[in-house]
């Protein structure tokens, strides 16, 4: 099996993971907004706009998986992909744990976090486009918009709507799933920059040697 077609089944084996599952992630979802809408004497507004921020988060995700651009790069070895996944099912895991009583003051709190983080998640994922990769992956480099003012303004977003749902479940096995969860982020962003910097300099050396032989004797 040659490289070029390896790395086409090694991509469409990703994708349909991911959007498997993702798309489970936005069947349950939609099944908890659901669920709110068939009671709607007891829904509250924060809930409510929290759930759809998320539900049209993680539909997103599935969109641009499915459209995202082929990779031109990918970090070599397991633990980036590893590092990759850890950080990623993570972050939705602490909704297994059980809700915890906070009061209605730290429950407001968590919601506008959750709120928050998914709302702005949306705008960076836009912004981000084809782009989007869950593994340690160079499709395009993106330097404008939220990307030029953070170097990593997703998962930043991300951890803002992760630090919210711990809240609502606050405990010691949340918070240790949070430091953990944030730990396996931070080296996920170590191996993107990574990628992401052979890519450049491999483009910046192709231009160099673009310039060289096309200089005049």
Known sequence: MNSARANYIADFAGRATLVAFFGFLTTSKIMGVVRMLQNPEDIRFLDFAANLAG??????????????????????????????????????????????????????????????????????????????????????LVSTGP???????????????????ALTHLSIE????????WLFQLRRMTNEEKVLREEVLKGYAQLLEEEVANYPD
């Open 147 to 165: 990307y030029a003012i953070v170097r990593h303004p997703l998962y930043l977003c991300e951890e803002a709507a992760v630090i919210g749902i």
């Open 55 to 140: 539900l049209a988060f993680v539909m997103l995700v599935v969109g641009m998986t499915i459209v995202r651009l082929k990779p031109l790069r990918n970090a070599e070895g397991f633990e980036p992909r590893l590092s990759a996944l850890v950080g990623t099912i993570l972050s939705f895991g602490i909704v297994a744990l059980p809700q915890a009583d906070i009061g209605v003051g730290l429950h407001i709190t968590a919601l506008i976090l959750i709120l928050t983080g998914w709302i702005l998640s949306v705008y960076v994922l836009l912004w981000l486009g084809r782009a989007f990769s869950i593994m340690a992956q160079a499709r395009c």
């Open 174 to 181: 949340a918070v240790l799933i949070v430091v953990v969860q």
